[in-house]
């Protein structure tokens, strides 16, 4: 059971007016949109993004202007911290994506696979 919920900032993640229209169009009553970074992909790290209604100890919170929300772990908030959580509708699919993030160097085609710059 989580303690204390935790907040992003608008400095940690950005999130997109399309992203939380959407967000709030297919929600149900405790869900909310997770975003985790986790080794695989094409280029190293790749972006799992979902509905999930848990709240874990180490998950921080954004809150929408319109009431839905998006959970992101202290690990994966290290791996997106500065970009965008946008709603993006092509030919092939409509999806939640993270995009301009400052973290990464390159990512693939499909939007769900990225590298970490080196500095």
């Known amino acids: 059971m989580v303690s204390t919920l935790r907040k992003l900032t608008a400095q940690q993640i950005k999130v997109s007016e399309r992203a939380e229209q959407r967000l709030k169009e ?8 997770r975003i985790e ?12 993004i979902r509905l999930d209604s ?8 954004w809150t929408c202007k319109n009431g839905a929300q998006i959970v992101v772990d202290e690990i994966s908030l ?11 509708e ?22 769900s696979s990225f590298s970490l710059k080196m500095d």
């Open 54 to 61: 848990k709240i874990n100890d180490d998950d921080l919170i």
């Open 37 to 48: 970074v986790d080794g695989g992909g094409c280029s190293g790290f790749e972006y799992k």
């Open 90 to 111: 092509d030919l092939m699919k409509s999806s939640f994506r993270v995009v301009n993030n400052p973290v990464a160097e390159k990512g693939c085609s499909c939007g």
């Open 78 to 88: 290290e791996y997106i911290k500065g970009a965008t959580i946008d709603f993006v």
């Open 26 to 33: 297919i929600v149900e009553d405790s869900e909310r949109l």
